[in-house]
C-alpha cells in the first residue's frame, strides 16, 4: 500500500508543493443568488457550476482546485451542484444572462458577469485579474 499512497495519496512530510484547499461554499438556494450579486459590489463572486455525473466536469473541477491559488479572503467561491439543485443552476443562468454550460465557471463584479468560461477554458481564466 506505501507505493500507492506515495503515487496518489497527498505524500505528507515531503517537501513539494503546498495544496491549498478551495474555500467553496454551497450555492444551494435561489436567494443566495440575490445576495451574491450584492456581495460583488465590494468583493469578486465566483460560482462552478459542477456536473456531479459527468468525468470532464470532475476533471476541470479537480484541475482547478490543484492550482487554486487566490490569497484567502479576496473572493467568495460557490460550488452549485447543478444536478442537486437544478432551480438554482437554471436561475443562474437566467439572473446573471449566460447560456447554461457545464461545467462553467461565473466571474461576478458589481452585479453583473465580468468572465465566464467553460470545459478547458475555465482553468484559464486568470482568478486573480479580478481581485
Known amino acids: 500500500m506505501g507505493l500507492f499512497k506515495d503515487l496518489f495519496g497527498k505524500n505528507e512530510g515531503k517537501p513539494g508543493k503546498v495544496e491549498v484547499k478551495v474555500p467553496w461554499k454551497p450555492l444551494v438556494s435561489v436567494h443566495q443568488l440575490d445576495e451574491i450579486a450584492e456581495k460583488s459590489n465590494a468583493k469578486t463572486q465566483v460560482i462552478f457550476k459542477h456536473s456531479t ?63 465566464h468560461e467553460s470545459h478547458g477554458g475555465i482553468n484559464a481564466i486568470d482568478l486573480k485579474a479580478f481581485i
Open 53 to 115: 455525473t459527468c468525468g470532464i466536469s470532475r476533471m476541470v473541477l479537480n484541475t482547478f482546485n490543484g492550482s487554486y491559488d487566490i490569497p484567502e479572503g479576496t473572493m467568495d467561491l460557490y460550488y452549485l451542484d447543478l444536478h442537486a439543485f437544478r432551480e438554482v443552476s437554471n436561475e443562474t443562468g437566467y439572473k446573471f444572462q449566460v447560456t447554461h454550460q457545464s461545467p462553467q465557471l461565473l466571474v461576478i463584479r458589481n452585479g453583473v458577469v465580468v468572465a
